[in-house]
């Protein structure tokens, strides 16, 4: 054979006879089948069974507060207990039955609990004297997490990275093409020893403008520290609160000349219609921490639950202001032993408390994100209280995912209203200033964005229900 043949032989040899085949993968011996993986129960509730066939031992968990196992003894047919359902939406929830010695292995039963059109919903509200727009946005809050969850954004009116003090500028619509459908807003400068400041005619046209669109308004209050007159983060003396609750000290009489601000801010917030312009009232959030002069490190339980009835009372008794809710807003950063009893963290009281919102900056921790998320709705649902995510973010993030990643994932079967960005800081032409926390035009993550935005759960400006008409088959109390 010549040295061309030969060559030409080893070639067809190596084409045709490959690589030596290894030995191959056994197969899994694990054998897990249902005779339904969709049941569908009605909207009373009850008790149902899964029938299951399974040849090793499993674990079983669901992943919704209103469906519970009730007897997992009989291993061919769990029972499970569902709530009645209140809501005029069909829900659906899973139940995961995982191997116990294999966690990555699990099948899924889907169950959806059908809609309840005749049930009367009951939500009580903190001002009985609510001005019916008010009320309505309570009930739409409740309502609207039965399909989703609304986008919200700090500051986004007001500026962005590029840009400030434009009419009708935002970030969010410059990418998705809509304006978020909650506009978060400080209105510390309204109250405190700051409000002659010119950023708050900016503050009221914002305001109007988001409310023309039938926006949500969503207010905080980085108020000063009322007996130092430094910032809200001088956490100095234990003392303000205190003194705030003595009558005739000077303290508490600066707290009640911004509390006067504040009511006069609110009752001349009308909309061109000439009603009163609802806000979800914010206050003295991320009270869990010790930042803050009404914080951890200043305040006794019983002192904060005080300030907190004390400013409601003067508020909506006092000086008339009807159109405000009060949200509650604990910081709720990692995992904890009981995310449940950090929510009701120093709680005022069902009867002062509107909506429970949270402060999530877990960064990339999904799981801190996703058991957080889960003990807010199973509060939520308990209290008959809307609620959502009020601030969330991380700084400076470049990741092209972030979006289905960090939010879109881990709120993925959860019953909240809103997530809520914190402010984009303007910086003009000055790149190294990284202060933001949502997307903007050249962001990298712009096109995650939109995709969000296509979601059919997640709601922009445009997708928003009138907020501020009552929904039918609702009550405030």
């Keep these: 054979m010549n040295t061309l043949s030969c060559i030409m032989a080893i070639a067809l040899c190596s084409a045709s006879c490959g690589k030596p085949a290894g030995p191959e993968k056994p197969a899994d011996p694990r054998s897990l089948t249902f005779s339904k993986t969709q049941i569908s129960i009605p909207a009373t509730g009850g008790t149902f069974s899964v029938e299951v066939n399974a040849n090793f031992t499993y674990k079983v968990k669901t992943d919704a507060a209103w469906l519970t196992e009730k007897d997992l003894s009989n ?25 116990v010695e294999d966690r990555y292995y699990f099948k899924e039963v889907t169950v959806t609990q059908l809609s309840n059109p005749d049930a009367s919903i009951i939500i009580n509200i903190v001002d009985k004297q609510a001005t019916p ?99 809200s983060w001088d956490n100095s003396s234990n003392e303000v609160v205190r003194e705030i609750l003595t009558p005739g000290s000077a ?42 002069w009404w914080g951890t490190s200043c305040t006794s339980t019983s002192e904060f639950t005080q300030l907190w009835r004390m400013t409601i009372e003067y ?50 921790n999904n799981s801190a994100f996703i058991s957080n998320l889960k003990a807010l709705e199973e509060v939520s649902i308990a209290k008959k209280k809307p609620c959502g995510v009020t601030e969330d973010g991380i700084e400076g993030f470049t990741r092209a995912d972030y979006w289905s990643t960090y939010i879109v994932a881990p709120t993925e079967g959860r019953r909240i209203s809103m997530v809520t960005m914190w402010r984009n800081k303007y910086v003009g032409s000055n790149e190294s200033d990284t202060h933001f926390y949502s997307v903007y035009p050249g962001h990298p993550s712009e096109n995650d964005f939109r995709k969000m935005y296509d979601l059919d759960r997640t709601f922009f400006s445009k997708d928003l229900p009138d907020m501020y008409s009552l929904p039918e088959g609702y009550e405030i109390k």
Aim: proline content about 4%; glycine content about 8%.
């Design 75 to 99: 291993t061919s047919a769990p029972v499970f207990q569902a709530e009645s359902n209140e809501i005029s939406f069909d829900r659906t929830a899973k139940i995961r039955f995982t191997d």
């Design 133 to 231: 727009e008010t009320k309505a946005l309570l009930a739409n809050l409740w309502a609207i997490a039965d399909r989703g969850w609304m986008f919200g954004h700090h500051d986004d009116l007001w500026y962005g990275r590029y840009w400030q003090n434009q009419p009708g500028g935002s970030d969010t619509k410059a990418v998705c093409g809509d304006y978020p459908a909650v506009f978060s807003v400080d209105i510390a400068e309204i109250m405190d020893d700051r409000f002659a400041s010119g950023n708050n005619a900016i503050r009221r046209r914002v305001i109007l403008e988001a409310r023309e669109r039938g926006e949500v308004i969503l207010a905080c209050a980085h108020l000063n520290n009322p007996k130092t007159g430094k910032d």
């Design 251 to 292: 303290t508490r009489e600066t707290y009640l000349s911004w509390l006067d601000r504040c009511a006069g801010f609110a009752l001349e917030l009308k909309d061109s219609r000439g009603k009163l312009i609802p806000v979800i009232f914010r206050m003295f959030h991320e009270h869990t921490q010790n930042w803050s």
């Design 315 to 364: 508020l909506r008794d006092t000086k008339g202001v009807h159109n405000f809710l009060y949200a509650i807003s604990p910081q709720m950063d990692g995992m904890y032993a009981d995310p449940k009893g950090r929510i009701q963290f120093r709680w005022p009281g069902d009867d002062w408390v509107d909506f429970l919102g949270m402060d999530c900056y877990h960064g990339s």
